[in-house]
């Protein structure tokens, strides 16, 4: 069995992309809720009915506790299992990495960020997010470090996370985990990223800068594009790269 797991607050916007391509992989889902108020649920109940969906324990987004949050959860089911956000799509040949084996094996799977800000441009709900983002940072590009935020497929009980679930070294080519957190293309990616910060633990906005401000304080619409640059910085066209996993699908 193939399960992923998330943890979500007010996503309704992106969990029909999310669920809709991971439901092809996975036959069961975990997801985890920091108390949304919009259509979240719904949504998951409507496109993965069979799919868990699991009150978190605590009120706010905390890295330490949302790492032993997620360790417990994996450590109680079978087979292969990842745990990503919904603004990340593993990409990449998922059947063949998840082959049937007695032996422990993990997976270290590499990341391109892809990042754009344009407030003014739509993205089109009816295409997949890749279709339409192109710019942002491979793993291999070194002079950006935080592009080495590779993710974990396992298929054992006892894995170990340090805050934030990432890994320093891929041991694959085979699949890469697409993300989206900035791509801050129309309103509603701009909502979302303005609201997540309300579920930050207050002893981690200083250090937080993926969600809060560059100075760890709020952020706004007045700083969004010093925190995206802060951030991201320079992108490079990476149709080349996703093709390189995209041919699995």
């Known amino acids: 069995m193939r399960t992923i797991l998330t943890h979500f607050y007010n996503e309704e916007y992106l969990l029909p992309w999310w669920l ?48 032993w949050e997620m360790m417990g959860y994996e450590r109680q089911i079978p087979g292969w299992r990842i745990s990503i956000p919904v603004t990340e799509f593993l990409v990449g040949d998922i059947s063949g990495l998840t082959a049937p084996t007695s032996e422990r094996t993990q997976w270290i799977i590499p990341s391109l960020i892809f990042g754009e800000y344009a407030p003014d441009r739509e993205l089109d709900t009816n295409k997949l997010l890749w279709e339409q983002c192109h710019m942002g940072l491979h793993y291999q590009d070194t ?97 080349d790269i996703m093709n390189s996993v995209l041919k699995f699908l």
């Open 20 to 67: 809709n391509h991971h439901k092809k992989y996975f036959e069961h889902g975990m997801l985890l809720n920091f108390g949304s108020t919009d259509r979240s649920i719904e949504i998951i109940k409507d496109i993965c009915p069979t799919w868990q969906v699991l009150p978190s324990k605590f009120e706010k987004f905390d890295s330490h506790h949302l790492e």
């Open 143 to 239: 002079a950006q470090p935080r592009t080495w935020q590779c993710r974990s497929m396992h298929n054992y009980n006892d894995i170990f996370y340090d805050g934030g679930r990432h890994f320093s070294q891929e041991n694959t080519d085979k699949a890469m985990i697409f993300k989206f957190a900035n791509v801050l293309v129309g309103e509603q990616m701009i909502k979302r990223k303005l609201q997540i910060q309300t579920k930050v633990a207050e002893w981690e906005k200083p250090v937080a800068t993926t969600h809060c401000s560059v100075k760890g304080g709020i952020l706004t619409r007045e700083n969004l594009y010093e925190n995206y640059k802060t951030i991201v910085g320079e992108t490079r066209d990476c149709t």
